[in-house]
Nanobody, 122 residues
């Protein structure tokens, strides 16, 4: 059974930094794309950051320069280092792992975690 478990979300103030972690189990993800999505209250779910099997990273424009994604394939973990947090970063953050592909694809059937809540107060 594949599981992705996020941790690290909490209430912080604007300008603070926070690190989210995702622990994967049930299968190795080193050959697959992994990433972070988020969904704010009343908003659509959106892509935040991703890292492919060759550790090439991509970011949403809204977080570029502030967030850094990384993976530890030996430990089967994913992290998101967030800095200069803004109230608009408030959301549930979800970790995803690819099922078939090493790169990001919209038609991929991702494994999803249950999310961790990040709240940024102004």
């Amino acid at each position: 059974q594949v599981q992705l478990v996020e941790s690290g979300g909490r209430l912080v103030q604007a300008g603070d930094s926070l690190r989210l972690s995702c622990a994967a189990s049930g299968r190795p993800f080193s050959a697959y794309f992994m990433g972070w999505f988020r969904q704010g209250l009343g908003k659509d779910r959106e892509f935040v950051a991703g890292i492919n099997a060759n550790e090439i990273t991509t970011y949403a424009d809204s977080v570029k320069g502030r967030f850094t994604i990384s993976r530890d394939s030996a430990k089967n973990t994913l992290a998101l280092q967030m800095s200069s947090l803004k109230p608009e970063d408030t959301a549930v953050y979800y970790c995803v792992g690819g099922r078939y592909y090493s790169n990001y694809r919209e038609d991929e059937e991702y494994f999803w975690g249950k999310g961790t809540v990040v709240t940024v107060s102004s």
